[in-house]
């Protein structure tokens, strides 16, 4: 495994895994009621699932997003089986995170590659 690899697959493997764990974990209202609150978590975490990848390999995004946004509604449509409450506002936040990672980095790619045929 190449360096770059490990360096995608090892954090993405561990934020996956983090997610899995605190959104089917019993709740125990440590967390604040405020619902902006529970949806910018839901919008952090999914971005920061895709961070490695699109840091580090952005061609990698166009299959990475379908399949993390399916983690999110199978996530969604397991909670209720763990005491949780599924809500479609937390998938639809999931997703907002993930296509703000991979917009913004697709947007960056275009910039530097538009900036770098300017200077020539």
């Given at each position: 495994m190449t360096r770059r690899?490990?360096?995608?697959?090892?954090?993405t493997g561990l934020m996956t895994a983090a997610i899995?764990?605190?959104?089917l974990?019993?709740?125990?209202?440590?967390?604040?009621?405020?619902r902006v609150i529970a949806l910018l978590e839901h919008v952090l975490?999914?971005?920061?699932?895709?961070?490695?990848?699109?840091v580090l390999r952005p061609g990698w995004l166009h299959w990475l997003w379908p399949?993390?946004?399916?983690?999110a509604g199978a996530?969604?449509?397991?909670?209720?089986?763990f005491g949780r409450q599924a809500t479609l506002l937390h998938f639809v936040a999931s997703c907002?995170?993930?296509?703000?990672?991979?917009?913004?980095?697709?947007l960056t790619l275009d910039v530097r590659e538009f900036?770098?045929?300017?200077?020539?």
């Open positions: 690899l490990f360096l995608i697959v090892v954090p899995c764990f605190l959104t974990a019993p709740h125990y209202r440590f967390h604040t009621d405020l975490a999914y971005a920061l699932l895709m961070l490695p990848t699109a399949l993390a946004a399916a983690m996530i969604e449509l397991a909670q209720p089986q907002f995170g993930i296509a703000l990672t991979t917009l913004v980095s697709l900036l770098r045929r300017g200077t020539r």
